[in-house]
């Protein structure tokens, strides 16, 4: 087949090609220069070539050779529903060390893609009739378009306040200190989560500009696709540039092993307790307790449950009453109330502060504060 009679090589789909092919090109390096399996690079390259398919559509379409390929009419648009499920699955495996999500985040591209399952039972030459209808210079968002470009903006912005909310968490190495790496890690995501969002206001400007104004030239798309490859070159920069970033994140040979490696997770819980002292946080959970660690919950339940012959919430009371033991006898704390002493240390109220206390030492707290 001669595509040369109907190519188009301008600036705009030069840069929409080179976009894609450096995205695909990223995702091989992410999956083919790492060994063994790691879920953060599988999924950023899963995000990745979302974003290059979209890219590459695109560039059809500009360069004129799409005639080519009418059958890919249209399949651009339920694949990007998948961009923002990947792009919070990619910072919740990387921060949170949850490798897995539910289904139901994928549920809009699967009813986007039904929706559009009519128009790709179409005949070969009733698309074909399409692509010759449409101007490239002008930009026509019907109001079926209009709500699907709608519905994908309001789905992008959703997963990205929710990626905000892990940024905002803190990220901590597992022995205590933000080296260098672990701080690299972090400007990384920040710097990739808003790079995103700069990508999603130029998305916003053109749609609003697209569907409430009569100003639809086609430029105004190809700025959003610009700026899109712009991304795709940008994650490709830096990921290549911190060719360590995901490389020992996740603790895998603690996690990999079952057995023979409890006495050195152990010695870290102990080491966690003591030098930070996560116990006197109220909302304190073994999710939590368990990324302060970067291991998996189900190891430390288990550790703790075998090393400890406790479980979590148990273990954790321990440390605050003998915390708390240690106020109610120092004479600097005098003049707080048992109930303060007992939200010191990590109890939400004085019911459950004297209920463990004295189930731990067969006292109550205000016993051992006046006697």
Not at 175 to 199: E, M, P, Q
């Amino acid at each position: 087949m001669n595509f040369l009679p109907d190519l188009i090589l301008d600036l705009w789909s030069g840069l929409l090609l080179l976009g894609s092919l450096h995205g695909w090109f990223l995702c091989l390096v992410l999956i083919l220069t790492f060994r063994g399996y790691n879920t953060p690079r599988v999924i950023l390259a899963s995000l990745i070539f979302v974003l290059s398919y979209y890219l590459f559509n695109s560039f059809l379409w500009r360069a004129g050779l799409i005639v080519h390929f009418p059958h890919l009419l249209a399949t651009a648009t339920p694949v990007l529903f998948l961009a923002g499920p990947l792009y919070y699955w990619f910072f919740n495996s990387t921060l949170a060390q949850k490798n897995k999500i539910s289904w139901i985040h994928f549920a809009p591209a699967f009813i986007c893609l039904l929706t559009i399952i009519p128009f790709y039972a179409k005949g070969l030459a009733f698309k074909l009739e399409y692509i010759h209808s449409k101007d490239l210079s002008v930009v026509s968002l019907p109001p079926t378009r209009a709500i699907y470009y709608g519905f994908l903006y309001l789905q992008l912005f959703f997963y990205w306040v929710l990626s905000l909310r892990l940024l905002n968490q803190p990220l901590i190495d597992p022995d205590g200190r933000k080296t260098k790496r672990f701080k690299s890690v972090r400007n990384w995501l920040n710097g990739f989560h808003y790079a995103f969002g700069i990508f999603m206001v130029i998305y916003l400007g053109s749609y609003l500009i697209l569907t409430l104004t009569q100003f639809n030239y086609g430029e105004i798309l190809y700025v959003t696709q610009l700026s899109l490859a712009l991304l795709v070159h940008a994650i490709g920069y830096f990921t290549l540039k911190e060719s360590t970033l995901f490389r020992d994140y996740h603790p895998k040979k603690l996690e990999v092993k079952k057995s023979g490696n409890e006495q050195e997770i152990k010695q870290k819980i102990l080491d966690l307790m003591t030098r930070e002292k996560p116990f006197l946080n109220q909302d304190l959970t073994l999710p939590e307790f368990s990324r302060m660690l970067f291991l998996s919950p189900v190891i430390v339940s288990r550790v703790i449950n075998q090393e400890f012959q406790s479980n979590f919430s148990d273990f954790v009371n321990k440390y605050r009453v003998e915390e708390a033991k240690k106020l109610l006898m120092d004479q600097r704390y005098n003049h707080y109330k048992v109930e303060a002493i007992g939200q010191e240390v990590g109890f939400k109220n004085k019911v459950n502060f004297n209920r463990v206390f004295k189930k731990c030492t067969g006292m109550s707290p205000s016993k051992l504060k006046y006697s």
